[in-house]
């Protein structure tokens, strides 16, 4: 009975898996640093992650996650029954039938604007990653001609997390700074609507769009704007939901002008506002401090790195380093991307889209 069980739990596995990936062939990521899975390993940039301690809790394998784990989009995959995660676009074996499951196309440091984040080095900005999609779409019609791809690419899954670095890092975009607060938001709506026009054209009809997260709570915002504990710096979290409220309104815009196009706004913001508020409910210990951090200088100024020293128990800790979230926490939001109600997504929830 025993052995009869375990079959029939490991065949229904097997069917959600198979039923999954056949209702989601495909999965395409855009995007920063949260998303970034190894493209920045193959730029001149300060901006890597293909080190210790980085994946050390990924089968103690750096491949270019900001993160001791996965990223939210790593546990989606795995979520929808993909046998793999999808590979970096600048990986040279991401070529031929690897790109039929999708491509990751995000790099850290980038963001809508085309300067932001210029002084880490080469980064590649929204604009291109879209371009090297279009690339993608042509090589994969092809390879299974016009009609199998268009196919595919309309039931794919299109993952987009952009916008905080352009937010965080305007005040040493001297371009960026040039703009009123305003009139530099309304620039990042338009230039990120064109985008996503773009992408829909290329056949894209289910599409997440991740908000700006509450940057202003992170550590390094917090060690270069000292704020009293317990509390975040305004001035960048007004920005972002300012920010926010815009691209939530573009979105709805999108949804009602283009034909079968299913835009989705994820609340990162508010889901990471909830965690650290309720860390202890969600079973962490720390919602304030770096779990990779250098002992010598304050934790938000120098990047995780080798010499770095790591909290002992990494699931106790929502931030892996100044920026970034660890495994565990990923875990949480993705719950909430996945299954969540209309005040973490909108107009449906990750799972709804999937069966759309």
Known sequence: MGIIFQI???????????????????FFTFGDSLVDVGNN???????????????????????GRFSNGRTTFDILQQELGFAQFTPPYLAPTTVGDALLQGVNYASSGSGIFNYTGYFFGERINFDTQISNHGRTVLAIMS?????????????????????????????????AMSMSEEAYLDFLISRLKLALTTLYNLNARKITISNAGPSGCIPYEKEIHPVPKGSCVRLINRMAQTYNDKLK?????????????????VDIYQILLDLTKNYVSYGFENATSACCSFAVTPVGLVPCNPLSKICPDRSKYIFWDAFHLTDAANVIATRHMMDGGLNYVSPMNFRQLVQS
């Open 8 to 26: 029939l739990v490991v065949y229904f596995f097997l069917l959600v898996s198979c039923s999954a990936n056949k209702s989601v062939p495909a």
């Open 41 to 63: 390993n193959n730029l001149l940039t300060q901006a890597k992650a293909n080190f210790y301690p980085h994946g050390i809790d990924f089968g103690n394998n750096p491949r």
């Open 143 to 175: 390879r299974i001609g016009i009609p199998a791809a268009q196919k595919l690419l309309r039931r794919a899954i299109y993952g987009v997390v952009i916008g905080s670095n352009d937010i965080m890092f305007r005040e040493f975009t001297p371009m």
């Open 249 to 265: 309104g573009m979105l709805a815009e999108l949804n009602k002008d283009l034909l079968g196009a299913k835009f989705i706004y």
